[in-house]
């Protein structure tokens, strides 16, 4: 093949690919008003639901630890229940401001 054949062939290929551009224009600007509407409106759930289930799983852990600390307060050190006492509180407290972050969220 010769130059001119190419050079040809290249122009045809340059034009096909301009024109390609111009019918997908619309419908990649068509996509991105979708996801800039639909991933908010999937996130802020998901988001909310993430802070139920943390909150749910301190709350799991706060509770046995309590109890153990209740039932075993006599008989137990008193850096244990210190301890024990503590780490139940801290656990509770990240629970319970999870679950009310869900809230907040879902009604925001």
Same mark, same amino acid.
């Given at each position: 093949?010769?130059? +001119?054949?190419?050079?040809? /062939?290249? #122009?045809? *290929?340059?034009k096909l690919?301009?024109? /390609?551009?111009?019918?997908?224009?619309?419908?990649i600007r068509? @996509?991105?008003?979708?996801?800039?509407?639909?991933?908010?409106? /999937? =996130?802020?759930? %998901?988001?909310? %639901?993430?802070?139920?289930?943390? &909150?749910?799983?301190?709350? =799991?852990? *706060?509770?046995?630890?309590?109890?153990? !600390?209740?039932?075993?307060? @006599?008989? +137990? @050190?008193?850096?244990? =229940?210190?301890s024990e006492?503590?780490?139940? &509180?801290?656990?509770?407290?990240?629970?319970?401001?999870? !679950? %009310?972050? /869900? #809230?907040?969220? @879902?009604?925001?």
């Amino acid at each position: 093949m010769d130059n +001119s054949n190419l050079r040809t /062939a290249g #122009r045809v *290929a340059g034009k096909l690919a301009r024109n /390609a551009n111009r019918r997908w224009a619309p419908t990649i600007r068509n @996509s991105q008003k979708l996801v800039k509407h639909v991933v908010p409106a /999937a =996130v802020k759930p %998901l988001h909310s %639901l993430w802070h139920q289930i943390l &909150g749910f799983m301190f709350l =799991v852990f *706060a509770v046995p630890i309590a109890f153990d !600390v209740w039932r075993n307060a @006599s008989t +137990s @050190s008193p850096i244990r =229940v210190i301890s024990e006492g503590f780490l139940a &509180g801290i656990l509770a407290i990240y629970g319970i401001s999870s !679950v %009310l972050k /869900a #809230r907040r969220i @879902s009604r925001s």
